[in-house]
């Protein structure tokens, strides 16, 4: 079945790094743009970021550009999410979403289980 | 960019109800492109309806949206039990995407 799988979760110190994983399977990962997608404790949705596995073009939100780099993997159907400089307003459950096609392109169809980071001294 | 503004921030409602769930966009959204995700407690979203209207593969006929331009409704014509969760709304017409900040649908 379509899945995104997500690695474990994070504590991390102010100023540090984190580096996401999330690896799908069960479609063509080529054929779908990857999302990424945070959500603060008790908050609402916050949209980070794109990147097409095909060619790894990306574009960012202007809230995170200059600190957040997607990448991918084609050889293991593997998208990546790092983001530096960390505060501690960066804890949240960080999602990686897949956009649908067709009719559903924009939405976010499938997503992973999410991956909670911590940032506390 | 496009600011969506949800109400109410929480409905009370018992089983069988009718639910109506409001999205407010600060500018007109493009060709209707807004979508409503559910969210239950330690789970990701699931897609319910795209393009306003159109439910997503698997969706309960229960779920219908409408609306367009700045305003847009998410119907719940009889509630189920497993229907209480978190609803939000995305816009996709313009980036960058963004979210409602969600209505939260409690038992009442």
């Known amino acids: 079945q379509v899945q995104l799988v997500q690695s474990g979760a994070e504590v991390k110190k102010p100023g540090a790094s984190v580096k996401v994983s999330c690896k799908a399977s069960g479609y063509t990962f080529t054929n779908n743009f990857m999302h990424w997608v945070r959500q603060a404790p008790g908050q609402g949705l916050e949209w980070m970021g794109i990147i097409n596995p095909s060619g790894g073009s990306t574009s960012y939100a202007q809230k995170v550009q200059g600190r957040v780099t997607m990448t991918r993997d084609t050889s293991t159907s593997t998208v990546y999410m790092e983001l530096s400089s960390l505060r501690s307003d960066d804890t949240a459950v960080y999602y990686c979403?897949?956009?649908?096609?067709?009719?559903?392109?924009?939405?976010?169809?499938?997503w992973g289980q999410g991956t909670m980071v911590t940032v506390s001294s | 960019e496009i600011v969506l503004t949800q109400s109410p921030g929480t409905l009370s409602l018992s089983p069988g109800q009718r639910a109506t769930l409001s999205c407010r966009a600060s500018?007109?959204?493009?060709?209707?492109?807004l979508a409503w995700y559910q969210q239950k407690p330690g789970q990701a979203p699931r897609l319910l309806i795209c393009?306003?209207?159109t439910r997503a593969t698997g969706i309960p006929d229960r779920f219908s949206g409408s609306g367009s331009g700045t305003d847009f409704t998410l119907t719940i014509s009889r509630l189920e039990p497993e229907d209480f969760a978190v609803y939000s709304c995305?816009?996709?017409?313009?980036?960058?995407?963004?979210f409602g900040q969600g209505t939260k649908l409690e038992i009442k």
């Open positions: 995305q816009q996709y017409g313009s980036s960058p995407y963004t």
């Open positions: 979403a897949r956009e649908g096609l067709r009719i559903k392109a924009g939405t976010f169809d499938i």
């Open positions: 393009g306003a209207s």
């Open positions: 500018q007109s959204v493009t060709n209707s492109y």
